[in-house]
């Protein structure tokens, strides 16, 4: 089964030029984030996900190959989850928008 | 004409970030904390040039069982060729062994040169006569002199792989090389074996 994950509660994203600023009641801190991250956290608003669910949601937007994606959504987790915005939850294959 | 709903105007915005993707061409997601000043533009810098894939650092770890941690790097200078260090207590914290006996470098307030300085050796100077890859206790000059201890360098952040049997660093990768981005941006690695 594979991981899913699901966007923290109460942090707030607005667009800043070019980029996004994101607040994160748990870690206290604001984050810049790129287009990509900030789309994946639209994709997990509308629920838990796990990594292809989120490639293959992404893929739509771009006309990429989800597999393409798939690499690139899994590398982000961690830095996610270090910044609050993003929890690991319990392993579900069913979850997902 | 009518106003819209607050429940509407969530509705338009939620995708936005999405149709600003580019199409065919998304890149790594980057996700770095907001510092002040001059380190700012660094991050702004990394997030508008993100790689297209993922890269990895070609590390040779001595086992699988290697543990890497990251860690904030600190520096010590006068603005030009500082020196760059990674201090034990910061490990601990790292490796949320505060407190654990066990771990030989991370108990002992112990400072790991990652770079030496060029500077001279005064108090606010870069600190030469230290060799990197070299661990120094506390009580080395450097670290003595008007009490003035190596800073934390926002943004920066270093891989240190650590026995975890004795807690030793047994090797550092400072990212300047193949890096998946630059010293002071990248936030995560690859470990290739």
């Known amino acids: ?97 | 004409m009518q106003s819209s709903s607050p429940e509407q105007q969530a509705g338009r915005d939620k995708r936005t970030a999405r149709r600003r993707l580019i199409r065919g061409a998304f890149g790594a997601p980057v996700a770095l904390t907001v510092f002040s000043g001059s380190a700012v533009a660094g991050t702004v810098n990394c997030l508008a040039n993100p790689p297209t894939t993922p890269l990895t650092q070609n590390i040779a770890p001595a086992s699988d069982s290697d543990v890497f941690l990251r860690v904030q790097m600190r520096s010590k200078g006068n603005g030009s060729s500082n020196s760059t260090w990674v201090w034990g207590d910061d490990l601990l914290n790292a490796a949320g062994l505060v407190g654990k006996p066990g771990y030989s470098f991370l108990n002992t307030d112990r400072w790991y040169c990652v770079s030496a300085g060029t500077g001279g050796s005064d108090a606010g100077a870069n600190q030469t006569g230290y060799t990197a890859g070299t661990t120094y206790a506390s009580t080395a000059a450097m670290l003595t002199i008007n009490n003035v201890t190596p800073a934390l360098l926002p943004g920066s952040y270093i891989a240190v792989r650590v026995d975890p049997t004795t807690g030793t660093i047994v090797g550092v990768t400072n990212m300047a090389n193949a890096s998946a981005l630059t010293r002071s941006c990248w936030s995560s690695f690859v470990k290739t074996i």
Do not use: K
């Open chain 1, 1 to 97: 089964m594979a991981p899913a994950y699901g966007r923290r509660d109460g942090i707030a994203v607005e667009p800043v030029g070019d980029f996004w600023a994101a607040f994160s009641p748990v870690s206290g801190e604001s984050i810049l984030l790129n287009d990509e991250s900030a789309a994946i956290l639209e994709v997990l608003a509308e629920g838990p996900a796990t990594t292809q669910q989120v490639a293959a949601q992404l893929a739509l937007d771009t006309g990429d190959v989800a597999a393409d994606l798939h690499d690139l959504v899994a590398g982000c987790w961690l830095t996610l989850i270090d910044s609050g915005l993003v929890q690991q939850l319990a392993l579900d294959p069913h979850v997902g928008p």
